[in-house]
Nanobody, 131 residues
Framework: EVQLVESGGGLVQAGGSLRLSCAAS????????IGWFRQAPGKEREGVSC????????YYADSVKGRFTISSDNAKNTVYLQMNSLEPEDTAVYYC????????????????????????WGQGTQVTVSS
């Protein structure tokens, strides 16, 4: 059974930090890229960051560059999203998802794999940043 389980969300003041975790199981971790998405109330879901489990290449949305850092612990099949200098605009439900990106013909992380290429999704974790 494929599972992606997010944890680490919570309430934090503006300027603070949180680290999200995404624990994966049920598929070959090295064959997939793991992405983080977020959805704020009344807004569409947007891609935040992504990392290839095999070569470590990464993607960041412009809105989080320089503040968020994605990393992967392949021994634990877990991807982390370190979020620093949080802003109220970062408030959202954060989801992790997995895509077999190379099988899909995606060769670069420059723009991040599109949302429709992700096969598996977690249940989400709430991040709330107070002003």
């Amino acid at each position: 059974e494929v599972q992606l389980v997010e944890s680490g969300g919570g309430l934090v003041q503006a300027g603070g930090s949180l680290r999200l975790s995404c624990a994966a199981s049920g598929f070959t971790f090295d064959d997939y890229a793991i992405g983080w998405f977020r959805q704020a109330p009344g807004k569409e879901r947007e891609g935040v960051s992504c990392i290839s489990s095999s070569d470590g290449s990464t993607y960041y949305a412009d809105s989080v560059k320089g503040r968020f850092t994605i990393s992967s612990d392949n021994a634990k099949n877990t991807v982390y999203l370190q979020m620093n200098s949080l802003e109220p605009e970062d408030t959202a439900v954060y989801y992790c998802a997995a895509t077999p990106w190379r099988v899909r013909g995606i060769t670069t992380m420059n723009e991040g794999p599109p949302e429709y290429e992700y096969d598996y999704w977690g249940q989400g974790t709430q991040v709330t940043v107070s002003s």
